[in-house]
């Protein structure tokens, strides 16, 4: 995250000992297989089917509250009402690169999502800041205070954060990641999933839910079939910000079957 502006909320992602990476969308899946050769193994044993409930189980837990939040009532859908441009703020050409496709691979799995990179970080309205490990907890000092950062640290111990801003209407306004470069493609792509991910507004970690990369004891590395039925259900336009619990579970049956249609289809899953 960057600049500190309530109400904003925070997530971790919990990164322990991995012994593979599945792919990171067909555009970037060569590349990766290449230094990571666990990457087929791991795709070939992703779980790609669910029922209807364990799907929209993993969505409610993730898409209402907040596993860390500063301010603001975390009871209602929070996510983007508007194109999404994000700006990778730092000086590692690679890690650039491999943000912009992991922000391709999204875009090009989530239907009603209209998300890119920008050049211009004035018309972002995700930041990226690409940092240092060492640099890390310095860079949650500038951005939130010295004491909230002891706060964050304390309780979250992270390696990678998101957090967003959001309006009256529950609309986000502005999200910021952060997104250490030292630790190795895995840790970073596993970040810049998950927290990328977060910041348009499922931010709430579970433990209950072993089949998302919202979950502390879960690393993906990759946007994973399961995480794309969540966004694919917060971003279909009949989920609108401030909706209350009840008022989704009564819309998710239409909704569901929509979107199933549309990640059989992006990911050629078999009946």
């Known amino acids: 995250m960057t600049a500190f502006c309530p109400p904003s909320l925070l997530s971790r992602a919990a990164l322990l000992t991995l012994a593979a990476l599945a792919f990171v969308g067909d555009i970037v899946a060569n590349a990766h297989a290449g230094e990571l050769p666990a990457i087929a193994a791991r795709q070939r044993s992703e779980r790609k089917i669910f029922s209807d409930g364990e799907i929209a189980e993993g969505f409610l837990k993730t898409a209402f509250g907040a596993e860390y939040h500063l301010a603001g009532r975390v009871d209602r859908i929070r996510k983007f009402d508007a194109p999404v441009r994000v700006f990778a703020d730092g000086d590692r ?13 999204v875009a090009s799995r989530v239907q009603h999502l209209d998300i890119a ?3 211009n970080s004035e018309a972002a309205n995700v930041r990226v800041k690409l940092v240092r490990d060492r640099d890390l907890y310095k860079t949650l000092s500038t951005f939130y205070g010295a004491d909230k950062a002891r706060e964050i640290r304390s309780s979250l111990d992270p390696q990678c954060l998101s957090g967003f801003r959001k309006n009256e209407r529950f609309e986000i306004e502005h999200s910021d990641v952060i997104l250490t470069v030292d630790n190795g493609d895995f840790v970073f792509l596993d970040c810049a999933y998950e927290e990328l991910l977060q910041s348009l507004g499922p931010i709430n970690d579970t433990s209950s839910v072993p089949w998302t990369m919202f979950n502390d004891n879960v ?3 990759y946007f994973d079939v399961y995480d794309q039925y969540i966004l694919n ?5 009949r989920i609108r910000p401030g909706m209350t619990v009840q008022e989704v579970k009564a819309l998710l049956p239409e909704v569901l079957a929509d979107v199933r249609i549309w990640v059989k289809q992006v990911n050629n899953l078999a009946d």
Not at 93 to 105: E, H, I, Y
């Open 93 to 105: 050409a690679d890690r650039k690169a491999q943000l912009t496709k992991v922000v391709a691979d």
């Open 117 to 119: 990179m920008t050049d």
């Open 219 to 221: 690393s993906m590395g």
């Open 233 to 237: 259900l917060l971003y279909d336009p």
